[in-house]
């Protein structure tokens, strides 16, 4: 009785502003009297999730999980494809067309864009995690990215009205960029710099004041300390918490695969160095993300273009991956697709990325450490998210929203690029086939994105609801 208590007062508080108008489960189809047959569904699709992750772990990332409605969303992707295919949500869209499957970014909520720089030494803001990319609808993009922002409108006080207002703003962006790269021959997706970018908010991330030496070295200096004597740097893993020892086997294990990863798997003008990919250390990664949180990673620091100055060190972020949340819920041809045209998972990943972003990094590429499949990318100097948790009023969301929808626009168009035919139905012609799927309909098509995402945003306030009290329950319900 103690928890039906606890769960009656969580769901009177998950309701704000008219949204207890709504029916409870609204998505779902889900009446009140299932409600705990839907927190028993939510319970078993988290554990599977959080099945492999050490006790430890899987406590933070609970905890990060339960600080608000948006990092429960977070860290919940297998529940909104559940949700989606259960409702057939994105094949009864006005402007579903089974052919409209790009490499989609698979996990995309606000932050997972942010600020880092290419291989130009450019500084941009763009797409930034790719572990849960595949080849699939561009809806789920569309609709998980548009939930995001009425999540994060939600926890800034902004009212549901003024959320989805902004929705639409990024709904009719993401649609009008698309238009133009259909319709203008000489229009090209473009990366969101301090020119491109419309949102201050975005302009003040992208606004380099130190130049890339100078952040180089505030990185090093965070994750690492200079050892006079041997005249190099070691990981600080006395004094970072976010860092571990890896053992001497470990060790051993990882500069073995380094040779492979680098000499077969690196495609840039870095293939085959090996002075460049010199290793200096090696360290476990800790505390990192929100879903992927607990997952195996390392950072590996290496030499960089110059083997006689430490201040020239790159790191490596090498993390271990596994099949995507959406997988499960495609067909066995859709799987085929990628899966025949991939060497592994870490390989999709790195497809991935190299297929949504432009000139990304010179150092992608995959490395297999005890027979799991690590991907591999540099971490960059300039690497940062948004703040949105406070602070956020609508004009700064509406702003954001836009530049948002011109990024996923030019990603999902890059995605779709000539040398991805082998892959079930990537059509290089995609801006035009959006474009006439929302042909003089482009506020219908904005009024959908809003509604489906205002529907998920209260889905989700109640998801989180139920897995407070599921902690409240106890953890082991969970992990």
Known sequence: MRHLLCLSFLLVCAFRDGSSKQELYSVQGIPQSEV?????????????????????????????????????????????????????????????????????????????????????KTVLFDLNDFDEAFVANYLYDVYRLATS??????????????????????????????????EDPGAKPFAVDYKHAQSDLIKNLLEDKDGHEAMRKNMLKKWTVMDREKDRRFFDTDHNGDLEVVNSTEGQEIERAMVQYYTNTVTSRLRGNSKYFRVEDIALRKNAGTGSLGTSRYYILIAGESSSDPNDDRILDVKLQGKPAIYKFLTKEQQAAVDDNVDNDADRVIRAHKS????????????????????????????????????????VLQALSKDYGVI??????????????????????????????????????????????????????????????S?????NRLC
């Open 356 to 395: 949504l972003l432009s000139r990304s990094d010179d150092h992608l590429g995959y490395m297999n450490i005890g027979g799991q499949n690590f991907s591999v990318r540099e971490r960059s100097p300039y690497k940062k998210a948004p703040k949105l948790t406070s602070n956020i009023d609508e004009e």
């Open 36 to 120: 705990l047959n839907r927190q028993i569904l939510n319970e078993a699709a988290l554990q599977s999730v959080n099945k492999d992750l050490r006790q430890d772990d899987c406590v933070k990332k609970l905890d990060i999980m339960s600080v608000t409605p948006f990092t429960f969303y977070r860290g919940s992707n297998a529940l909104y494809f559940r949700d989606m295919a259960k409702q057939e949500t994105i094949s009864k869209s006005a402007f579903y067309d089974p052919r409209a499957t790009p490499w989609i970014q698979g996990d995309m909520h606000v932050l997972n864009a942010g600020r880092f720089d290419n291989d130009e």
């Open 408 to 469: 996923l626009a030019n990603a999902h168009t890059r995605a779709s690029k000539k040398g991805n035919e082998a892959l079930l139905g990537v059509p290089h012609a995609f801006p035009q086939m959006v474009t006439d799927l929302t042909k003089g309909q482009r506020g219908k098509f904005a009024d959908e994105i809003a509604n489906v995402s205002l529907s998920y945003a209260i889905q989700v306030d109640h998801d989180y609801a139920l897995f407070l009290n």
């Open 471 to 475: 902690m409240y329950m106890g953890i």
């Open 149 to 182: 922002i009425v999540l994060v409108a939600r926890n800034n006080s902004i009212g549901d009205i003024n959320a989805t207002a902004c929705v639409r703003s990024f709904a009719k962006a993401y649609r009008d960029q698309l238009k133009n790269l259909a």
